[in-house]
């Protein structure tokens, strides 16, 4: 359409027919009356060039849902059911959300609760969350404490401290893993000596890995079903998603 505009606006202009116009073949006099008949075309009409951005920006969110969803759909296995992250909500659920999250960011902070009410409120989510520690030596420290517990004692302890630490303020140091371990009721010796695992360590390479491959760089990051949801979606959009999941299955 643009092509076409501007080719007739110049037509007008240069008074040629149309057989004798090469937009490939100008002549210096032929191309700068071509580019002046653009820019007056332009400033004429600034609505085609928001048309134009509006377009494109379609277009690249397509193709990058379209590459999301090939990646989901080539790693789901390790996405789903990597053997080891903890899965909560209704285990049977027909519609899976994933989160990889670090303790100590401020948007999955945010996202914590609102995620926690979305499954509660459904009752039918599967819930994984996915240890993704990005942001220095207390977030990888928090990701082996809370993986240590879960290896140690199991999901529900796990949960205890998935949310006692995605609200602590203070530097996570062994004084106060200890403390959170001892006032959770966990064997605090079996779950600091587990903190340096080799089998902790694989799982946090594991998680690292896979999102390399979904190119995860930031978190919180969302699976549902199909569909990567890059960054901090409210409650409200949350809800939207997992309705047309369904309504779509």
């Known amino acids: 359409m643009f092509k076409t505009l501007t080719t007739a606006a110049f037509f007008g202009a240069a008074a040629l027919p149309a057989a004798a116009l090469d937009l490939n073949n100008l002549s210096d006099a032929e191309r700068d009356a071509f580019r002046a008949e653009v820019r007056a075309y332009l400033l004429d ?29 080539s790693n789901s296995d390790a996405i789903f059911n990597d053997g080891y992250s903890f899965v909560g909500g209704n285990p049977e659920g027909d519609i899976t959300l994933v989160e990889f999250v670090d303790y100590r960011c401020g948007y999955c902070r945010k996202a914590h609760d609102e995620v ?7 009752g039918n989510i599967r819930l994984i969350y996915k240890e993704f520690p990005i942001l220095g030596e207390d977030s ?45 009721g966990f064997d605090t010796d079996a779950v600091l000596a587990q903190m340096q695992s080799e089998s902790v360590t694989a799982e946090i390479a594991q ?13 919180p990051t969302f699976v549902l079903e199909d569909q990567l949801l890059r960054g901090y979606m409210p409650l409200a959009g949350m809800q939207a998603l ?4 369904r309504n779509d299955g």
């Not at 006692?164 to 004084?175: C, K, Q, R, S, Y």
């Open 140 to 184: 990888l420290a928090s990701s082996r404490f809370a993986i240590a517990v879960k290896q140690v004692a199991g999901d529900e302890a796990y949960a205890l401290v998935h949310d006692a630490l995605i609200t602590f303020n203070g530097d996570v140091t062994e004084t106060a893993m200890t403390r959170l371990s001892d006032a959770l």
């Open 116 to 122: 926690k009410q979305l499954v509660e409120m459904d």
């Open 207 to 219: 998680t690292r890995a896979l999102a390399q491959k979904l190119a995860i760089s930031g978190t």
């Open 242 to 245: 997992v309705d047309e999941k």
């Open 45 to 73: 009409n600034p609505g085609v060039i928001m048309e134009a951005v509006e377009i494109l920006e379609k277009q690249q969110q397509a193709a990058a849902s379209a590459h999301d969803f090939s990646l989901v759909k």
